[in-house]
């Protein structure tokens, strides 16, 4: 982990602790401003913000599946143990830049995607008839690239994305969809996960891959960061409800991970989330309650998966295929088996509907 990481770590914990402390005050003010007129629009408000999944990698602005052919033009550059990347729009389906284009570029199209449905917030979008929307999510992006961080060179993703935050939280939407934390996930196999891999034996090694695993993610401070974030986006508006959503396991064709390792990372990647929005809401600030979190079931978890021993050069790798591996199914082509594919983009979509009618927030 590099310095500049860790000397951050603190900063990160402390920004959530201050913020327990000053955002109800911040929180007053507004909801004291709040008796002000404000023009109704006709249909919901929706935003999104967050990684290549809610930004629907994979997915040109015409609605097509970008061919794997295209990955090496397509997929964010990650740097070192993946604290650091490239990060942009490239090839997603909120963006207008295609393969080749410089992979820091951030373009967003002109409806944000939304009549593609590439992304699952651009189909919640549709369902509920809200044509006020705009998808700020940038693949390649991170947690601390969210966060209000300073400009630093050694680490130049931290902070990066922060304005698109503040864009956000000057809209005050009527709900904004969120994809984030999981770049364990996402990024392998340049993720420090890796080191994980030595205990491949479901049987007598879970518990150490479940722990590996665990410590990684409070290395990375994800509940802290989420939590920050939130913070963030909740205390600097008056009406908008944060709906983050879980993560599905990943699918690649060839990992260093095995399915069931896949499974045990997203689930404790969305046991953060949890954790994350729990926090949230036992913080005692007036807008505890403007947050939740979708949780769906992947349409291809009941898939039968047969998995051999892949090439050795970069240590252990494991090829696995399925029926529902091919064709976009689970993933897109060029994301290499880690952002969902259009029927697993639906998925989410409507659990997220469900959710939002569920709280009467629609």
């Known amino acids: 982990m590099r310095k500049s990481f860790r000397g951050r770590r603190f900063f990160v914990v402390g920004l959530a602790s201050l913020a327990l402390l000053l955002i109800p005050v911040s929180a007053s003010a507004q909801t004291s401003g709040s008796t002000l007129a404000r023009v109704i629009p006709q249909s919901l408000r929706i935003r999104a913000f967050g990684d290549g999944v809610i930004a629907g990698f994979g997915a040109a602005s015409s609605g097509a599946l970008v061919p794997i052919t295209n990955a090496s033009e397509c997929r964010p550059v990650w740097i070192g143990d993946g604290s650091a990347t490239s990060a942009g729009t490239r090839c997603s389906s909120n963006g207008r830049n295609g393969p080749g284009s410089p992979p820091d570029e951030v373009s967003f199209s002109a409806d944000f995607g939304r009549t593609n449905g590439g992304s699952w917030a651009a189909q919640v979008s549709q369902t509920l008839g809200a044509v006020d929307y705009a998808n700020y999510a940038v693949t390649g992006s991170m947690l601390a690239s969210w966060l209000n961080l300073p400009h630093d060179d050694n680490a130049p993703a931290e902070g990066a994305q922060h304005n698109l935050l503040e864009r956000i939280e000057q809209d005050d939407p009527d709900i904004v969809l969120a994809s984030l934390g999981g770049e364990a996930l996402l990024q392998q196999p340049s993720g420090a996960v890796h080191l994980c891999t030595r205990w491949s034996d479901e049987l007598a090694q879970r518990q150490q891959f479940v722990e590996c695993v665990n410590r990684?993610?409070?290395?990375?401070?994800?509940?802290?960061?989420?939590?920050?974030?939130?913070?963030?986006?909740?205390?600097?508006?008056?009406?908008?409800?944060?709906?983050?959503?879980?993560?599905?396991?990943?699918?690649?064709?060839?990992?260093?991970?095995?399915?069931?390792?896949?499974?045990?990372?997203?689930?404790?990647?969305?046991?953060?989330?949890?954790?994350?929005?729990?926090?949230?809401?036992?913080?005692?600030?007036?807008?505890?309650e403007r947050i939740d979190v979708v949780e769906w079931d992947s349409f291809a978890s009941g898939c039968v998966r047969k998995t051999i021993v892949g090439p050795s050069l970069l240590g252990r790798n494991w090829w696995t295929s399925g029926p529902c591996m091919g064709d976009g199914k689970a993933s897109t082509p060029i994301s290499m088996g880690t952002i969902p594919g259009a029927a697993a983009q639906s998925d989410i979509a409507t659990a997220a509907v469900s959710v939002i009618r569920n709280r009467n927030w629609s």
């Open 216 to 288: 990684l993610l409070a290395e990375q401070l994800v509940k802290q960061r989420l939590m920050a974030i939130s913070f963030d986006l909740l205390a600097h508006t008056i009406n908008a409800k944060l709906l983050y959503s879980h993560y599905s396991p990943a699918s690649p064709r060839l990992s260093a991970l095995l399915p069931w390792q896949q499974v045990a990372l997203a689930d404790a990647i969305n046991a953060q989330i949890d954790a994350a929005v729990v926090g949230v809401r036992e913080s005692g600030a007036s807008w505890a």
